[in-house]
């Protein structure tokens, strides 16, 4: 049985009836539960999306979402990136459900339980869907991974800038503000 996204939601609302909060995609016609991520990896990924934020907001470029948002992807998967962007003239209006579109940048954040090899799947199936670059970010080895279709990956680490030209102009962001901070005495 091949399940649709609107299976998906009256999943997550019958989880939510009984105060189960967990996060779940849907992959391949078959619902998939998502772990929590690790605290840092989730640090990692909120400093992202703030980052961006940051940047898109005021210019009214688009939409910055963290991992609750939903996408009903070409292929009828239902999927959530750690971050995502769309840019404003692809998405007028925020929906009340999933967006049925793939945004134009997604970002994953590696846990310590997470598989870099389904990670880059999960990327490259964006990217095979109309998401123009995805990115990859490795908090403990402290490198991010910019993937492009039909281009070779490219990883920025400490003292690199990330840039999106294309479709953020004039945003950058310092690898080595994305970590976790260190409080000493």
């Given at each position: 049985m091949v399940l649709t996204a609107k299976d998906l939601e009256m999943v997550q609302a019958q989880l939510n009836e009984f105060e189960q909060d967990?996060?779940?995609?849907?992959i391949n016609g078959e619902i998939v539960l998502m772990s929590p991520s690790g605290y840092e990896s989730d640090e990692v990924a909120f400093?992202?999306?703030a980052q961006l934020r940051n940047w898109v907001r005021p210019r009214k470029l688009g939409r910055v979402t963290g991992a609750g948002a939903?996408?009903?992807?070409?292929?009828?998967?239902?999927r959530a990136p750690d971050v995502s962007f769309v840019q404003a003239e692809r998405l007028r209006r925020s929906p009340k459900s999933f967006a049925e579109?793939?945004?134009d940048l997604m970002v994953e954040v590696k846990s310590p339980t997470?598989?870099?090899?389904?990670?880059?799947?999960?990327?490259?199936?964006?990217?095979?869907?109309?998401?123009?670059?995805?990115i990859l970010v490795h908090p403990e080895q402290r490198w991010v991974?910019?993937?492009?279709?039909?281009?070779?990956p490219m990883t920025l680490k400490d003292g690199d800038v990330l840039t999106v030209p294309d479709l953020l102009p004039?945003?950058?962001?310092?690898?080595?503000?994305?970590?976790?901070?260190v409080f000493e005495d």
């Open positions: 967990y996060r779940i995609e849907l400093e992202f999306g939903g996408f009903v992807l070409p292929d009828s998967d239902t579109l793939a945004p997470d598989s870099l090899k389904k990670l880059r799947a999960k990327i490259d199936q964006f990217l095979a869907q109309g998401t123009r670059v995805g991974e910019v993937r492009r279709s039909n281009t070779e004039g945003w950058e962001v310092q690898i080595s503000e994305l970590w976790s901070p």
